[in-house]
């Protein structure tokens, strides 16, 4: 949910598919558990954001709404499965 909320944030700044590209790769390739708010600070500082307001944002609820509103769309879309639905989110 916090990658969700941190990717939120970095659309807000325009690097939003670096954010994600360096968190799957993170995730995927180098087996990081971008769950933990200290890796998801410096996944950010990896695209060149500050890592110091990344734990300001996960240290709040701040781009929860953001994502509880992608969570519903996807239920609404019958999608159940978050990889497939950030792929369809591109497509749109």
Known sequence: ?????????????????????????????????????????????GVGLDPDEAHGVLATDAYAADVQADLALARELGITRPRLYRILKREA
């Not at 968190?23 to 390739?29: A, Q, W």
């Not at 971008?34 to 600070?41: C, K, W």
């Open 1 to 45: 949910f916090d990658a969700h909320r941190l990717s939120h944030w970095a659309r807000a700044r325009g690097v939003q598919d670096a954010l994600e590209e360096r968190l799957f790769r993170g995730y995927f390739c180098e087996g990081q558990a971008i769950g933990e708010p200290d890796v998801l600070a410096r996944a950010a500082a």
